[in-house]
């Protein structure tokens, strides 16, 4: 099983629609991530959460909204999804400022 | 606010030839990470650097980290069809929390 899960895999929303990805973890750590990945652009970092009472705005986070339930459980959503929000969304994780980071398997979700 | 630029962006290399990307950022690091990401796969850690002009080697990939901690290297020796993916750097600064990545470098490898 993996250490980093995400839910859905895929999705197809339409435009204006509220949308909720989902993001668990067995590693024990407490820093989780959410970053997007558009074709030639890398990774950019939406938002981040070094505890459950710690949220914190990344890069690109308009439009966006995250909630970090437990320790183990960080969501991402879309209040009301648009096309160009269409993209790889990928969930990480790390156990602390200057360790690797452990990535889920993504969702890819297309705004139409 | 800090950038991390990689170059190039895509090559194409026949199997047995080297490889190079250069990851340069705007700000001084405190520290580099390379990231791998095989096609339709998510990020996996390769290495971190940390100290001014550090090399570490694994195996046919050499990593370096510049006397500046402002530009890194990944250079991966007689390529193979397995090493196919984009490689990522990423960088942090000494007071920041954040991971900025690279754009990416997407090698593709001719059997």
């Known amino acids: ?112 | 606010g800090q950038q991390v630029m990689q170059i190039p962006q895509y090559q194409h290399v026949q199997e047995g030839e080297d490889f190079t990307t250069y990851c340069n950022s705007s700000t001084t690091l405190s520290n580099i990470q390379w990231y791998k990401q095989r096609p339709g796969g998510h990020p996996v850690f390769l290495i971190q650097l940390v100290k001014s002009g550090e090399v570490k080697k694994q195996k046919r990939l050499t990593f370096q980290f510049g006397e500046a901690k402002k530009n890194s290297s990944l250079h991966i020796t007689a390529t193979q069809t397995t090493d196919v993916g984009t490689y990522f750097c990423a960088g942090r600064r000494d007071s920041s929390y954040k991971l900025i990545f690279g754009s990416g470098t997407r090698l593709l490898v001719r059997p």
């Open chain 1, 1 to 112: 099983d993996a250490d980093v899960t995400q839910t859905p895999r895929n999705r197809i929303t339409k435009t204006g629609k509220r949308i909720m990805l989902e993001c668990s973890q067995t590693k024990g750590h407490d820093r989780m991530y959410w970053y997007r990945q558009d074709p030639g652009l890398g990774l950019q970092l939406i938002y981040y959460s070094f505890d459950v009472k710690d949220i914190n705005k990344g890069e690109i986070s308009d439009g966006y909204s995250v909630s970090r339930q437990a320790q183990a459980k960080f969501s991402l959503s879309l209040e009301s999804a648009i096309p160009n929000q269409t993209a790889l969304y990928f969930c990480a994780t790390s156990e602390g400022r200057n360790t690797e980071a452990f990535f889920g398997q993504g969702t890819r979700l297309t705004v139409v």
